[in-house]
């Protein structure tokens, strides 16, 4: 097995719009928490937290929208200064790239001091990171993350490196989450099932990530003939000025390696890019994806990769760009992909998205998607175009939901305030569920309304064996005198708006 070392960069998507570790920020992605910085999580903030949940426990959040492209145009400059010191980067994502270990760890005076020496590099060209080396890039990972900056596991020691690892590192919450209640609690216990028995239980992905946990390469490589003769090109004559007529060529490169590939039996987990540009100097770089890279995400890649090339301004690239070549560098047996019954069907609208998506990034068309969730605001999350709706069923079940009629309005952040009884005293949910006494008004700043009608509580107990993702919390309804209907939550003793009714 290949010896693989891994630069990772904690927190990429929130260093790339530009908060930094010592300040509590977060960036979101569908209205869910898709990154936070260590000052945030030191607050209570967490990945996946719904946003108001988040401010609730770090009022002071600063927030912003993700921006994949700032976070892959931003993350070139780790890329180039890697590249200083060993020539075959991959970039897996940005915030994460690898480099084989076996050549630069003999011209630097071993792994140690390899591993040493890049780390040392990216914190001088002003971006914390770690660095592990290990057999396998996802054992380098978790390498990457451990300790004080990282670690070197020997080599063929992988499986034993990875055995205290609780499964959900494996990236597949709902492979994990069934693991916990089967009392499969550790990557070692998972690794120490028998293979064709996974197989049978949990199909193709559940055999790949056992393949992870015992330490080997998630798939074999493909020795497919001919594989060179796969690579596209395209010239531009006269040279490309504009970034959007690279990236728009791109894409249709990308369809067209595609169909290759599908003719050769075979998918591409690592692809180089190469532009090369009207003085004569080029840009060239390896993306790596553990899956299939659509279109639109090689297009992504392009997109980024002019971008640090040197700034593009106003959709222009400097110098021009003359060619560009998409070479499958790393195949791998292609498992197939069901289509519909009859076929693929030809959307217009569907074509239209792909070309606006392609000139604006993935993400810049959305569409409103039905998830799981107990709160009005959970069960709707926005989804780029073209990608596949996240898990969780709408339909449940889900204890504690909120039933009908589903309330009109949700706002984008919680709406604190206090509910109230006669005395003016704030209305206390016991942990039995006992009201302290009936709500008589609902405080907003500090003007009260006379509640008229209320029903409630309604509580939720969310995650209980798990002490970081724990929630408890529990829903009233209220009417006021002015007419208006609300649902409002307590959690963690504090009050506030989850939605309004019309």
Not at 109 to 135: K, M, N, P, S, Y
Request: aromatic content about 6%.
């Amino acid at each position: 097995m290949s010896r693989v070392v891994v630069v990772w960069c904690a927190d990429w998507p929130v260093t790339a719009v530009g908060v930094g570790a010592a300040t509590p920020g977060a960036v979101v992605a569908g209205g869910r928490v898709a990154a936070c910085s260590a000052a945030a999580r030191a607050e209570g903030v967490r990945r996946g937290q719904a946003l108001r949940d988040a401010q609730r426990r770090c009022p002071g959040l600063v927030v912003r929208e993700r921006d994949a492209d700032a976070e892959g145009r931003a993350f070139e400059a780790v890329v180039a200064a890697v590249a200083e010191l060993t020539p075959k980067v991959e970039v897996v994502r940005p915030g994460l790239l690898a480099v084989p270990a076996r050549g630069a760890a003999r011209f630097y005076g071993g792994e140690e001091a390899l591993r040493v020496l890049l780390q040392d590099t990216v914190v001088e060209a002003g971006f914390d990171c770690g660095a592990g080396i290990a057999d396998g890039l996802f054992a380098a990972e978790l390498a990457a993350r451990s300790g004080n900056g990282g670690t070197v596991v020997p080599e063929g020691g992988a499986a034993e490196f990875l055995a205290p690892y609780s499964p959900v590192v494996l990236g597949r919450p709902e492979l994990a989450e069934l693991l916990w209640r089967l009392g499969v609690r550790t990557l070692g216990a998972f690794a120490a099932l028998p293979a064709g028995r996974v197989a049978a239980r949990f199909g193709a992905d559940g055999a790949l990530a056992h393949r992870l946990a015992r330490g080997e390469e998630a798939r074999p490589l493909a020795a497919v003939e001919g594989a060179a003769d796969l690579a596209v090109h395209a010239v531009f004559e006269p040279p490309a000025e504009r970034a959007d007529r690279v990236v728009f060529e791109a894409k249709r490169l990308a369809g067209e390696l595609h169909a290759g590939l599908a003719a050769a039996g075979a998918a591409c987990v690592r692809l180089e890019v190469a532009v090369e540009f009207a003085d004569g100097r080029e840009s060239r770089r390896l993306w790596r994806h553990d899956g299939r890279l659509s279109a639109l995400a090689v297009a992504d890649r392009v997109r980024w990769q002019l971008s640090a090339w040197r700034p593009v301004e106003d959709g222009a690239v400097w110098g021009g760009v003359v060619r560009l070549d998409l070479v499958p560098d790393q195949l791998v047996p292609d498992t197939g992909r069901q289509e519909a019954l009859w076929g693929r069907v030809t959307d217009p609208v569907a074509r239209a998205a792909d070309r606006v998506q392609a000139l604006l990034g993935h993400r810049a068309i959305t569409r409103p998607v039905l998830t799981g969730g107990r709160g009005p605001g959970e069960q709707v999350v926005k989804v780029p175009v073209g990608d596949l709706p996240p898990s969780g069923e709408p339909d449940g079940p889900w204890p504690g939901r909120l039933g009908a009629p589903a309330p009109a309005v949700v706002p984008p952040a919680p709406l604190p305030v206090r509910l109230v009884d006669a005395a003016g005293a704030e209305v206390v949910v016991s942990a039995r569920c006992t009201v302290s006494a009936p709500p008589a008004a609902l405080v907003v700043g500090d003007a009260p309304v006379a509640v008229v009608a209320w029903a409630g509580p309604w509580p939720a107990d969310e995650r209980w064996w798990d002490p970081d993702r724990a929630r408890r919390r529990a829903r009233f309804q209220v009417v006021t005198e002015d007419g208006a209907a609300y649902l409002v939550t307590v959690e963690g003793g504090r009050w506030h708006v989850e939605a309004a009714y019309d």
